[in-house]
């Protein structure tokens, strides 16, 4: 390996499924060594994962960096959005982080949301109407099933707060992560003094917001980790927001990430506030906007689907006219998140390899079809669709968005683009420069474009019909009539 040019800096990716370091040269962007452990999330009626095991993860994809992660200046961390973080006296978790993709706290969504000024109120106070995912939600349900976990909690992080915290021994966050809780105000980029009341949550739990630009801290001793002492700590952010500046992205360029999450997001100018709920209001990690839609089937789902089949996940086969709504895990995107899986349309005929494609197709429309939402009008249509995660290395992923979308793909070359966002934050700490032009620098968002192909407007018009028309079943609790 080369000897590297300018100062080494980590960028951290602690997402659902695990965490990831990067070890990359502020001067070229070359990744200089790289870390990934991965987390435990439960299954069942919830999703939750013990924070412990985040720091512990971090700890041994830094060890899997060796050496050059003891020459880093300065560290970042970003991370999965939305997980609840309680805190005691000693800041130790008082229970393990409800996720953001647990989707017990459904009523209490719906709740707030009526209580509180209903949907206009929200979208126009916070930037977003709360779902299941929002950290807001998972507070209120705490509060109601466990009022005793309430009582012990001393402080409310979010994952990439945790981890920040426990480099720095200070609770920080950024307005980028911030923004997916449901107690920051979007207006004011405040918390929000009359929803924290509404829901019991002392302003004092929470961590301090940190600019960016700024520092949240430095490392402090720790045996666990290669660090010395007084390396720099930059804010942080949620893993979308990383992912966009790790993309160096400007307004109007279009991202999907295919990971546990499906996400579909650009920046925008304009501070969003979509009533409808589709589109979540969130702040970027420097100054600006990332209206955002998010699946919580994606990956993992696919990957279910093809399994049950026994098939391999690119054996996919093209026809059959069978639909499959992959909702395994209810759905946030349209809103269903009392929805399980559903497939219409099986014949004699139908193979393994069409329903597979089913799947995909399924989960890719969803996203989709809120693209359009996300966008503001004068985005351009012809722009490459950058596609990003763990799912975007798969062929039959690539070729379904192509498909789909009738857009050309942009698949970067890049793979760990919420670490690479992170390392960005870390190196504008030592340089003064913006993150995004840091990677922009960085070459980030290179990779080969796919050309569009005509979109496939049978398949769309094929799975929206079946979505409407299953509406009542897809909207009931399961077990209930
Ligand atoms: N070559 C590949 N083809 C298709 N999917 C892949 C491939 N490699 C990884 N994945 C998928 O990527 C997912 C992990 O993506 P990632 O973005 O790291 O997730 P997260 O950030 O949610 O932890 C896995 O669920 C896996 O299904
Ligand atoms: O909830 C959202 C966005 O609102 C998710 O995108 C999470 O941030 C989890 O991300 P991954 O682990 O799938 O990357």
């Known amino acids: 390996m080369s000897a590297a040019e300018g100062p ?6 602690t997402s659902t499924q695990s965490t990831k370091a990067l070890v990359v040269d502020v001067a070229t962007g070359r990744v200089v060594a790289s870390g990934q452990a991965p987390h435990t999330v439960t299954s069942g009626a919830g999703r939750e994962s013990d924070p412990r095991q985040w720091w512990e993860a971090l700890c041994a994809a830094l060890r899997q960096c060796g050496e050059p992660a003891h020459e880093a200046a300065a560290v970042s961390v970003g991370g999965q959005q939305h997980g609840l973080v309680t805190l005691d006296e000693h800041g130790e978790p008082v229970r393990p982080a409800l996720l953001w993709n647990d989707v017990r706290s459904a009523p209490q969504a719906r709740r707030l949301v009526e209580e509180l000024g209903g949907a206009k109120f929200w979208a126009q106070r916070t930037g977003s109407v709360p779902t299941a995912s929002f ?17 012990a909690t001393r402080a409310v992080r979010l994952p990439h707060d945790y981890l920040t915290e426990r480099l720095t021994g200070q609770g920080t966050t950024d307005r980028g992560d911030a923004s997916g809780t449901g107690w920051w105000a979007s207006a004011t980029e405040t918390y929000d003094e009359e929803i924290l009341a509404h ?3 002392d302003p004092a739990m929470l961590p301090r917001l940190v600019r960016s630009g700024e520092v949240a801290g430095t490392v402090r001793g720790s045996h666990d980790l290669p660090f010395s002492r007084g390396t720099l700590v930059a804010c942080g952010t949620g893993d979308n927001a990383a992912a966009a500046l790790g993309l160096g992205l400007r307004p109007g360029m279009p991202v999907m990430s295919l990971g546990t999450s ?3 997001y650009a920046v ?4 969003p506030a979509d009533p409808s709920g589709t589109v979540a209001g969130f702040a970027d990690a420097r100054s600006d906007w990332l209206p955002l839609a998010c699946t919580l089937n994606c990956t993992l789902a696919v990957d279910r689907v093809a399994a ?6 690119e054996a996919v086969e093209p026809g059959g006219g069978v639909t499959l709504l992959p909702f395994l895990d209810g759905e946030r995107t349209p809103n269903l998140p009392h929805a399980s899986g559903l497939l219409y349309g099986l014949r004699h005929d139908t193979t393994g390899g069409q329903l597979l494609q089913a799947a995909y197709d399924g989960a890719v429309h969803s996203l989709l079809d809120a693209l359009d939402l996300v966008l503001d009008e004068d985005a351009d249509p012809s722009a490459p669709l950058l596609l990003i995660g763990g799912g975007a290395r798969g062929r039959a992923w690539q070729e379904t ?8 793909v942009q698949v970067p070359e890049a793979k760990e683009l919420v670490a690479l966002g992170a390392a960005a934050q870390a190196a504008g700490l030592l340089t003064g420069e913006d993150p995004a032009a840091v990677a922009r620098r960085w070459n980030t968002a290179v990779g080969p474009v796919l050309e569009p192909v005509e979109r496939d407007e049978e398949t769309l018009a094929r799975i929206a019909g079946v979505r409407s028309d299953a509406a009542p079943l897809l909207d009931r609790a399961a077990g209930t009539d």
Do not use: I, Y
């Open 8 to 13: 080494l800096v980590v960028g951290v990716d």
């Open 135 to 151: 950290t807001v939600t998972k507070w209120a349900w705490l509060a109601e099933h466990e009022p005793e976990s309430v009582r």
């Open 199 to 201: 829901v019991g949550l």
């Open 262 to 264: 499906g996400t579909v």
């Open 268 to 271: 925008s100018r304009r501070r």
């Open 308 to 313: 049950l089949l026994g098939l391999d996940r």
């Open 401 to 408: 968005v192509r498909r789909l979308s009738g857009r050309p």
